[in-house]
Structures are given as structure tokens and as C-alpha cells.
């Protein structure tokens, strides 16, 4: 099985060999952000730049994604250029290494995390390659509307990234979409009729969580706004966007019925 450094520089990426010169950056969630959603957003080398500690005493990082389950996501090798200290924090300037283009997003490997974010990469230190990928990890085009399960931290770069087969596929449609508090198993049931259909309901609970609805309102009230990175998005059934007022809110109701969200849910 080779091994991510070696891979590298058989690639012609010139990772630096000199003891205690390169670091690997072993990128978690902290609390605030998940460093996935910072990838797809294309924000990964600013987010990593800012750091609470002076982390990057190094000439090189190594940046790895946390996939789960021990798997990690190459984010690429970069130069570190300098560092600037702020009052509560330490900002790096940095640059990537040529030749990484087509690697970036491709490269899955394992490793198993200790407590360590931070470590320096040695020979002994191994990062077997479990996966090269045909194409980068992105988020995907749109599915269909009959597939669609999103997370909140998902629906918040595609909204504000304005992914444009997301942005056709929702915008062009009226509907009745289910929010699911993946934390109890709540629902609530919730219906779409404005001009841009589904779009325009879910730009709202991107930005605040609740879209207006009073008891999602009062759920992030209890359990705080950064509950709803709980929350899941999906589609119950569409309609075209002349469909008219009425006949989405009798297929609201319906579908209130079917899951007993009146009674059990949050609606």
C-alpha cells in the first residue's frame, strides 16, 4: 500500500524530507465550522490560515479533512510564508505547492486520530492512500427532487454559493418539503408557493433556522441557534409553479395527517 507522502513526491510535489520542517494538519470541526463545508465553499486555505495557536512552526503543511470513521481528505501541501499575531489569534499567510491541481480533493487515507491536530510528519508516521477519487469531492449536482436529504451546513453553501442546478431545480418549483430535528425525530411539515418556489423557503432557513415558523422558533430559543446544524432538509412532493395557492396547502395538510406532526412534531 503506498503511502501519501510517497505518493506526493513520486507526483513531483516537492514535500520537504528535512526533519521537523513539515507538519500534517489533521482538520476537524471546532466548535464552529466543519472544515468539509469549507472545502466545498473553496474557503479551506483561508479557514486553515487562522489559527488559535502558532501551529505552523514548519516550513510545510499538510492538509487532511476529517471524512470520518479514520479517513481523511488530501486538502493539498502549503508553504508556510509567515505568520501575523492578532489579539486573540495567530494568521498565517501561506501558498500552495505547484502540481497540485488534479490531487486536491481526490486522495483519501487513513489514519487513526489520537487527541493531536497538530503533528509532525515523520517516516515512521504513515498515511496509507485507501482511495483515489475519478473526480474531486464537491457537492454534488442536484439529485431530483425525490432524493434530495440535505444537512443545514450543506443547504447553507448551496444557498449561499447559489449552486446553479440546485438554483434551477428548486427555484422552478412549488412543493411540500419536510424538516427533520435529526436529535429527536421530529418533523415539521412545511409548504413552498412563492414565486421562487423551494429556493425561496430555504434561503430563509439557511440564514435563521426557523423561516418563521413559531415552534422552530421556540426550539432554538431552548436549545440555541446552533441547534439547527441539526436539522435535515428533504422534499415530500412538488409541484409546478402555477399550481395554485389552495392545492398546496390541502397537500400540506395531508401530509401534516400522514406523519402526525400536529400532535408529535412541530408543526
Not at 494538519?25 to 495557536?53: M, S, V
Not at 457537492?139 to 443545514?152: C, M, Q, R, T, Y
Request: charged share 25%; with cysteine; net charge positive.
Amino acid at each position: 500500500m503506498i503511502h501519501l507522502t510517497d505518493f506526493l513526491k513520486a507526483s513531483g510535489i516537492e514535500v520537504n524530507s528535512k526533519s521537523e520542517s513539515v507538519k500534517v494538519h489533521l482538520a476537524c470541526w471546532n466548535g464552529r465550522e466543519h472544515p468539509i463545508d469549507e472545502y466545498y465553499a473553496g474557503r479551506f486555505k483561508t479557514w486553515q490560515e487562522d489559527q488559535g495557536k502558532r501551529n505552523f512552526n514548519c516550513d510545510q503543511v499538510i492538509g487532511l479533512i476529517d471524512l470520518g470513521h479514520s479517513h481523511w481528505l488530501f486538502a493539498g501541501v502549503y508553504k508556510v510564508l509567515g505568520c501575523k499575531q492578532l489579539p486573540n489569534s495567530f494568521e498565517y499567510s501561506t501558498e500552495l505547492i505547484p502540481g497540485q491541481k488534479e490531487l486536491i480533493g481526490r486522495i483519501v487515507v487513513h489514519h487513526k486520530r489520537s487527541r493531536a491536530s497538530y503533528i509532525w510528519s515523520r517516516p515512521e508516521l504513515s498515511f496509507p492512500i485507501v482511495e483515489i477519487r475519478r473526480e474531486k469531492l464537491f457537492i454534488e449536482d442536484f439529485p431530483g427532487h425525490n432524493a434530495v436529504i440535505l444537512s443545514h451546513r450543506k443547504l447553507k453553501i448551496i444557498i449561499d454559493e447559489k449552486i446553479p442546478s440546485w438554483h434551477g431545480a428548486l427555484a422552478n418549483v412549488k412543493g411540500v418539503y419536510l424538516i427533520t430535528d435529526t436529535t429527536t425525530g421530529m418533523h415539521y411539515v412545511g409548504k413552498a408557493s412563492g414565486n421562487d418556489g423551494i429556493w425561496q423557503r430555504w434561503c430563509s432557513y439557511s440564514k435563521d433556522g426557523h423561516g418563521g415558523n413559531a415552534e422552530l422558533k421556540k426550539l432554538l430559543k431552548e436549545k440555541g441557534l446552533d441547534h439547527k446544524a441539526h436539522y435535515q432538509y428533504s422534499i415530500l412532493e412538488i409541484a409546478d409553479t402555477h399550481a395554485s395557492e389552495i392545492d398546496i396547502i390541502k397537500r400540506e395538510s395531508y401530509w401534516m395527517k400522514v406523519l402526525l406532526t400536529r400532535k408529535f412534531g412541530l408543526n
